[in-house]
């Protein structure tokens, strides 16, 4: 394995991580920005109100999402996995 193809590998593995995460952080900042412009404009100051619109949300996301998170997931293992011998040759 050459150190271009470790890098190569590594590089792959980040962007197949930021792909799956996206949905999911980027569902709860925009649900915790929402609650808190609500706590803002009602005044009310309870530290435990956004966990449970959170958790709604990201489930939601979830359903929606899971099925490509899960085929992105495969996809790059079945790459990860034909490129063994290649690998081992190099």
């Not at 949300?57 to 011998?85: E, Q």
């Amino acid at each position: 394995m050459t150190p271009d193809s470790a890098m190569t590998i590594g590089r792959q593995a980040l962007e197949v991580t930021f792909m799956i995460s996206a949905p999911l952080l980027l569902t709860a900042l925009v649900t915790g920005l929402i609650v808190s412009i609500f706590q803002a404009a009602t005044q009310i100051n309870e530290m435990t109100l956004s966990f449970i619109p959170k958790l709604l949300a990201m489930f939601t996301v979830m359903i929606f999402a899971g099925p490509w998170m899960l085929s992105v997931m495969i996809d790059y293992m079945h790459r990860m996995f034909t490129s063994i011998p290649w690998l081992a040759v190099s």
